[in-house]
């Protein structure tokens, strides 16, 4: 890989992705572009270290040819799929934590999953090393945790953060979407519809467990099993928002949802 860094033409971007692609991640590509990045590489690679036993691992959509298809007119440089004996040669040893970030919301439901995700993301800009990496704001606490590993370790590549790419409904498009029956996929829409409405009723100034309260009875209403977090954090972090509503003093700050619909966990997150 590093050698073939050196013929593609600085500024170089990372987008790694686990592929089932989308247009969320084709969004990256352009996200990239507009920041200037010459070349684009699009990594494809299912990290066995992020999902527990039980998890999706093995059933993990990877449909390789209609990815390869999608890529193909997107207009990137490279496209690397790395064998899992490359990225985790047979004595390979070293995981990256990120503590302070990795335990609660997601990591309270998948307890190891950031480690793995920490350690492949530094593992592939070691490997790459890019001039910029792009991360959908849709895994808001995977770009807090890269952020923080790229600082701690100086690893000297820019992080870029692209926004949530959404369907006309307003769902936020995931890989995972496609588990979905099509009534499920439509009634996948009203978590962001209940964020969108949670965030002008935050913002109008009432009451912020009360607004929470009454997105969830929302959201059970609307057929979700089981929400597993719905919280209002101060953006840039994970910290819980601690005052009793907003006002016009408040700093920015995002909803953050998981919620299961037909057995999905569906994530999602919201500017208020
Ligand atoms: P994944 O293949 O799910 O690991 O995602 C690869 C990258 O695409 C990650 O940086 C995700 O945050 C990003 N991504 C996934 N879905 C979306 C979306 N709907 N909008 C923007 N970025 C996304």
Request: some cysteine.
């Amino acid at each position: 890989m590093v050698r073939q860094r050196k013929k593609l033409p600085a500024p170089l971007a990372l987008i790694p992705t686990m592929g089932a692609l989308h247009d969320g991640h084709l969004s990256l590509i352009k996200t990239a572009r507009d920041r200037g990045a010459n070349s684009i590489i699009v990594t494809i690679f299912v990290n066995p270290t992020q999902f527990a036993p039980g998890e999706d691992f093995a059933k993990y959509p990877r449909p390789l040819h209609d990815d390869l298809q999608h890529l193909a007119g997107a207009g990137v440089e490279l496209v690397w799929i790395p064998l899992v004996a490359t990225i985790y040669p047979p004595d390979y040893s070293t995981l990256i934590v990120v503590p302070d970030l990795s335990h609660s919301f997601e990591g309270e439901i998948r307890p190891h999953h950031f480690t793995g995700v920490a350690t492949v993301v530094t593992r592939l800009l070691r490997l790459i090393k890019p001039d910029l990496a792009v991360f959908g704001e849709k895994d808001y606490q995977q770009l807090l945790i890269i952020r923080r590993l790229v600082r701690d370790l100086e690893l000297g590549v820019e992080i870029v953060s692209a926004p949530i790419f959404r369907n006309p409904r307003g769902l936020a498009l995931s890989s995972r979407n496609q588990y979905l029956s099509d009534s499920g996929y439509i009634q996948a829409a009203n978590l962001s519809r209940v964020l969108f409405e949670t965030g002008i009723n935050l913002r109008s100034g009432k009451e912020i467990s009360e607004c929470i309260k009454k997105a969830n009875r929302s959201l059970k209403s609307a057929g979700f099993t089981k929400i597993d977090y719905f919280d209002l954090v101060v953006d840039g972090t994970l910290d819980l928002v601690k005052t009793k509503s907003l006002d016009e003093s408040s700093p920015p700050t995002r909803m953050l949802a998981a919620a299961r619909l037909e057995g999905i966990r569906l994530l999602d997150n919201w500017l208020v």
